[in-house]
């Protein structure tokens, strides 16, 4: 069992900048790999970004690469987003995913604004 922490989110202008942190508890952190998924009013939720157990592969969505970096610390049971040069298209509930094999499990979501 995972449980997962956001934090982060808030209202900022287009062009600026927010780092998100998912906290997680458990043991075995180390061993999922994490994503975060975000889903924007009306919409479906939708991958961003994802980071392998060991954090030797991160991968994001096309509309976010060269803005997101998505990192993770082991050893705090932390893993992060950062989010640059925010459009208002980035305006989304933000969920961190954990998951390893067929285990799945999300957090509650932290909003994040951009406005115009």
């Known amino acids: 069992q995972v449980q997962l922490v956001e934090s982060g989110g808030g209202l900022v202008q287009a062009g600026g900048s927010l780092r998100l942190s998912c906290a997680a508890s458990?043991?075995?952190?180390?061993?999922?790999?994490m994503g975060w998924f975000r889903q924007a009013p009306g919409k479906e939720r939708e991958f961003v970004a994802a980071?392998?157990?060991?954090?030797?592969?991160?991968y994001y969505t096309d509309s976010v690469k060269g803005r997101f970096t998505m990192s993770r610390d082991n050893a705090k049971n932390m893993v992060y987003l950062q989010m640059n040069s925010l459009k208002p298209e980035d305006t989304a509930v933000y969920y961190c995913?954990?998951?390893?094999?067929?285990?799945?499990?999300w957090g509650q979501g932290t909003r994040v604004t951009v406005s115009s």
């Open positions: 995913n954990a998951r390893r094999g067929v285990l799945n499990f």
């Open positions: 458990g043991r075995t952190f180390s061993s999922y790999d």
């Open positions: 980071i392998r157990w060991s954090g030797g592969g991160t």
